[in-house]
Nanobody, 126 residues
């Protein structure tokens, strides 16, 4: 497990935008890994929302965010971003990132372990 830190969350109105950032909290740099974004709403399971490959930069999105969210990476800054546009009332959650394998990141999001960080809170007002 690679320690990470998430930032960029906040409170926005429905239809607004936020950009989340994910950075390594250790000597292991994120450019070496696939990186996924996950979210967990109150009373619900953690779900994978997006993933970006380290090899060719290919991306994947869950159906609930496809067309609204964009994942990207800046390998110079060793940072992965999640641009969230057209936020909806169902998007509020704690958002997490993690070094993963994109081929299985949806399943990884369902796992419970002590490797998840604090995440960053996203709140959407109507």
């Amino acid at each position: 497990q690679v320690p990470v830190v998430e930032s960029g969350g906040g409170l926005v109105q429905s239809g607004g935008s936020l950009r989340l950032s994910c950075a390594s909290a250790s000597e292991f740099t994120l450019d070496l890994y696939d990186v996924g974004w996950f979210r967990q709403a109150p009373g619900k399971e953690r779900e994978g929302v997006s993933c970006i490959s380290r090899s060719d930069g290919s991306t994947d999105y869950s159906d609930s965010v496809k067309g609204r969210f964009i994942i990207s990476r800046d390998n110079t800054k060793k940072t992965v971003y999640l641009q969230m546009n057209s936020l909806k009332p169902e998007d509020p959650a704690v958002y997490y990132c993690a070094a993963v394998y994109c081929v299985s990141y949806q399943a990884y999001g369902l796992t419970n372990h002590d490797g998840w960080g604090q995440g960053t809170q996203v709140t959407v007002s109507s």
